[in-house]
Nanobody, 127 residues
């Protein structure tokens, strides 16, 4: 079992940037697909980005493509979401997620795919 803890959220103006980090502990982190999801008030949790265990494959939601970048450092057990050109519609709680069944999360990118979740970190983009 793996434990995930997010950090780096906060308040930023439109057009600004934030870097979210996810620190992982537990066995076999390097074999897990890792992703980021977000949930705005009154909205369903939605996919943001995912990265394969090796880092060779990445996928992004259309709403963030070109603005967000996901990366991982397996040696440090960390996953990062770099968010640039932020918009008010990016306001949400952002959750780090992991799936031991790596191919499921990478291929399907659904909220029901991850087995493990972080506690979430709030991102607020002011207009």
């Amino acid at each position: 079992q793996v434990q995930l803890v997010e950090s780096g959220g906060g308040l930023v103006q439109t057009g600004g940037s934030l870097r979210l980090s996810c620190a992982a502990s537990g066995r076999s982190f390097s074999s897990y697909a890792m992703g980021w999801f977000r949930q705005a008030p009154g909205k369903e949790r939605e996919f943001v980005a995912v990265i394969s265990w090796s880092g060779s494959s990445t996928y992004y939601a259309d709403s963030v493509k070109g603005r967000f970048t996901i990366s991982r450092d397996n040696a440090k057990n960390t996953v990062v979401l770099q968010m640039n050109s932020l918009k008010p519609e990016d306001t949400a709680v952002y959750y780090c997620a992991g799936d031991p069944r790596s191919k499921d999360l990478v291929r399907n990118r659904r909220p029901q795919d991850p087995d493990y979740w972080g506690q979430g970190t709030q991102v607020t983009v002011s207009s």
